[in-house]
Nanobody
Framework: QVQLGESGGGLVQPGGSRRLSCAAS????????MGWYRQAPGKQRELVATVTGDRPANYADSVKGRFTISRDNAKNTVYLQMSSLKPEDTAVYYCYFRRITDTLNYWGQGTQVTVSS
């Protein structure tokens, strides 16, 4: 089992920045994928960014150049630095984890990010 603890959501003005954090704990003993998905009201959950081990990160086109994902392997923590935020970035952001050796996905409880003036 893997547990994911998220933090950093909140209200931010358009053009502002916010950093999300997600710490993984539990049975973490292999190279894994960590990242972020988001779900806006009435929409499907979508990829924001993921990173696997030390490989280059993968980003949704809508956030490229504005969001940066990073990870601290020693702390089993992944971060999402969000800049130049837009109202359309408003969503519940979910932390994601999967070991590359299996197909089981783990999700955090979600953290709300609201971009509004």
């Amino acid at each position: 089992q893997v547990q994911l603890g998220e933090s950093g959501g909140g209200l931010v003005q358009p053009g502002g920045s916010r950093r999300l954090s997600c710490a993984a704990s539990g049975s973490i003993f292999s190279t894994n994928v960590m990242g972020w998905y988001r779900q806006a009201p009435g929409k499907q959950r979508e990829l924001v960014a993921t990173v696997t081990g030390d490989r280059p990160a993968n980003y949704a086109d809508s956030v490229k150049g504005r969001f940066t994902i990073s990870r601290d392997n020693a702390k089993n923590t992944v971060y999402l630095q969000m800049s130049s935020l837009k109202p359309e970035d408003t969503a519940v952001y979910y932390c994601y984890f999967r070991r590359i050796t299996d197909t089981l996905n783990y999700w955090g409880q979600g953290t709300q990010v609201t971009v509004s003036s």
